[in-house]
């Protein structure tokens, strides 16, 4: 299994840009898809977006079309969440997700290895 560990989280103000990062040791990370998911005390865990493990293909929640960014540096075992125009709604613990396959779904079940997490807050 391949080892996540987010960072880049932090306090922002409304309107305000976040670059998360995911970085991966342990396996060969260009043979895992991604995702990154978030989550607030007492709510389940939400999906917010995915890239397979080429990068070529992506998808990502409604709520963050057009703002949030996905993407990877396979050569340096890392992956990006560009969060732009955050709203106080995004505030919440971000996670990093993996599986070694092409590509992975919308839902936690579709990963197994899962970094600690990431605090995001955003002011209004």
């Known amino acids: 299994q391949v080892q996540l560990v987010e960072s880049g989280g932090g306090l922002v103000q409304a309107g305000g840009s976040l670059r998360l990062s995911c970085a991966a040791s342990g396996r060969t990370f260009s043979s895992y898809a991604m995702g990154w998911f978030r989550q607030t005390p007492g709510k389940e865990r939400e999906f917010v977006a995915a890239?397979?493990?080429?990068?070529?293909?992506?998808n990502y929640a409604e709520s963050v079309k057009g703002r949030f960014t996905i993407s990877r540096d396979n050569a340096k075992n890392t992956g990006f969440l560009q969060m732009n125009s955050l709203k106080p709604e995004a505030t919440a613990v971000y996670y990093c997700?993996?599986?070694?396959?092409?590509?992975?779904?919308?839902?936690?079940?579709?990963?197994?290895?899962w970094g600690p997490g990431t605090q995001v807050t955003v002011s209004s």
């Open positions: 890239i397979s493990w080429s990068g070529t293909t992506r």
């Open positions: 997700a993996a599986r070694n396959v092409v590509w992975a779904g919308k839902s936690p079940d579709d990963y197994n290895c």
